[in-house]
Nanobody, 120 residues
Framework: QVQLVESGGGLVQAGGSLRLSCAASGSIFAINFMGWYRQAPGKQREWVAIMTSGGSTNYADSVKDRFTISRDNAKNTVYLQMNNLKPEDTAVYYC??????????????WGQGTQVTVSS
């Protein structure tokens, strides 16, 4: 069983920063990629950022140059450093990972979500 647990959300003023963390645990054989999605009230879930096992990164245009994704492979943890936050960044942020657990195929897992609220 693999679990993703997020932390680091909260309330911040526009222009401020937050860092989200997502730790993967369980019988993990390999992590293929880890990333982040977000869902604002009344909107569909949208992709934010991704980091592959090789270290390649990619970002949605809306967060490029403001958000940075990084990973600690030893801790099976991915981070999302969010700077210069805007009210439109307000959303529930979800960790997403493609993981091969011991004795299992590659599967996509989701975290429970962490709320980020940016006040104007």
């Amino acid at each position: 069983q693999v679990q993703l647990v997020e932390s680091g959300g909260g309330l911040v003023q526009a222009g401020g920063s937050l860092r989200l963390s997502c730790a993967a645990s369980g019988s993990i054989f390999a992590i293929n990629f880890m990333g982040w999605y977000r869902q604002a009230p009344g909107k569909q879930r949208e992709w934010v950022a991704i980091m592959t096992s090789g270290g390649s990164t990619n970002y949605a245009d809306s967060v490029k140059d403001r958000f940075t994704i990084s990973r600690d492979n030893a801790k099976n943890t991915v981070y999302l450093q969010m700077n210069n936050l805007k009210p439109e960044d307000t959303a529930v942020y979800y960790c997403n990972a493609n993981i091969k657990a011991m004795g299992d195929m590659n599967r996509t897992y989701w975290g429970q979500g962490t709320q980020v609220t940016v006040s104007s």
